[in-house]
């Protein structure tokens, strides 16, 4: 099989050759390409080069196409902040919505004109023309709903808005996020992309109660991944940290994939979650990605393939990579795909 016939294999439900590694390295590509943050954020072909160069080198079956968490909330006007080596990231001192009701101002932004959405689709457009006949393109659709909020508001005074403000504006506020990550989700699939996701960290049990995530993030989710996948694309959902207590309930948005943070339990999440739907994950980026041993990143993809039994599963890492990842731990988890998730051996754990 190719990279991309691999995936495809695993979202429809069937045994590939072996188990696809889907790595979320846009930082790590970005290093490995020579370049830094700087020179790619608001250059996709750029970006789309240092995917081509880390793929070609590395040999992994799909690219995430990520710049930062900022850019849709850019594009509805909001102040960011750029850095050297790190992404770009939302001045939340400044908001765009000094009161909830200044949405019913904001204009959903055009995916092909604002800000520097454009160069999210020129990366993903690039990509797919160079690799994607052979290789798995997820394009990034940015943040989600409830994230999106919280960046043109302000997290913090979001947070309070939740608990104080009218409930009907505080659902239009995330509305309006919703329809602007649909666009620029469309838009990806437009630009060529296999699949598109969104990052909804913000609304996950790091920073909100499971409670306040059904009340508030789930439902936009779902209708979110509903109109998305309507349009012909298979849709990811990944939202930070432990989503042990969410896991069902981001199952229910019946997204093609979901990216589970290496907090989460997946012999669990695999109970929980159907055959249908593709975990991936879940190594911790921090150790052993950066920090551990290449004998301690197979020895962990190894317990995340058995714990699975190697069924509906991209093995990624849990959450982006660092640019500083030792060459041999990314390779250690490449190869561990290798070793331990054959179509044999995957048939032979569900036997």
């Known amino acids: 099989m190719t990279s991309k016939e691999r995936c495809l294999a695993v979202m429809r439900n069937e045994i590939p050759d072996r188990i696809p ?17 700087s020179d790619v954020n608001r250059n996709g072909k750029r970006m789309a080069q240092s995917h081509i160069i880390s793929q070609k080198k590395y040999g992994y079956d799909g690219c995430v196409i ?19 080596d790190e992404p770009a990231i939302v001045d939340e001192s400044d908001p765009v919505l000094k009161d909830l009701r200044d949405v019913y101002n904001l204009e959903v932004p055009d995916p092909l004109r604002a800000g520097r959405l454009p160069e999210w689709l020129a990366a993903t457009s690039t990509l797919v023309e160079a690799i994607g006949e052979d290789v798995l393109v997820m394009g990034r ?77 789930l439902i936009p989710e779902k209708k979110l991944t509903r109109e998305v996948q309507d349009y012909g694309i298979p849709y990811s959902i990944h939202i930070c940290g432990n989503t042990n207590a969410i896991i069902g309930d981001l ?17 669990d999440a695999r109970k929980k979650v159907p055959l ?21 990143v197979d020895e962990t ?51």
């Not at 889907?22 to 830094?36: C, D, I, K, L, N």
């Not at 990520?66 to 050297?84: H, L, M, N, P, Q």
């Open 21 to 37: 590694v889907v790595p979320q390295s846009f930082m790590f590509s970005v290093e490995t390409a020579g370049f830094r943050i």
């Open 66 to 84: 990520d710049f930062d968490d900022a850019s849709i909330a850019e594009a509805c006007g909001a102040k960011v902040i750029f850095r050297e």
């Open 141 to 217: 659709a940015d943040q989600g709903p409830f994230s999106v909020a919280c960046l043109l508001r302000g997290t913090q005074q979001f947070m309070m808005d939740l608990v104080m403000e009218d409930k009907q504006v505080i659902n239009d506020v995330i509305e309006f996020c919703r329809k602007a990550c649909v666009a620029f989700a469309k838009a990806q699939k437009d630009a060529g992309a296999h699949v598109t996701s969104i990052g909804d960290a913000l609304a996950g049990p790091n920073l909100v109660s499971p409670a306040m995530y059904r009340e508030f993030a």
């Open 251 to 267: 199952a229910s948005t019946r997204a093609k994939i979901l990216e589970v943070d290496w907090q989460v339990n997946m012999a």
């Open 276 to 296: 249908s739907t593709v975990l991936m994950g879940n190594i911790n980026p921090g150790d052993p990605m950066v920090f551990g041993t290449s004998e301690k």
């Open 301 to 351: 993809a190894r317990k995340i393939i058995e714990d699975t039994k190697g069924k509906g599963l991209f093995l990624s890492t849990g959450c982006a990579m660092g640019r500083n990842t030792p060459h041999e731990n990314f390779v250690a988890m490449i190869n561990a795909a290798k070793k331990y998730g054959t179509c044999e051996q995957i048939m032979a754990m569900n036997d």
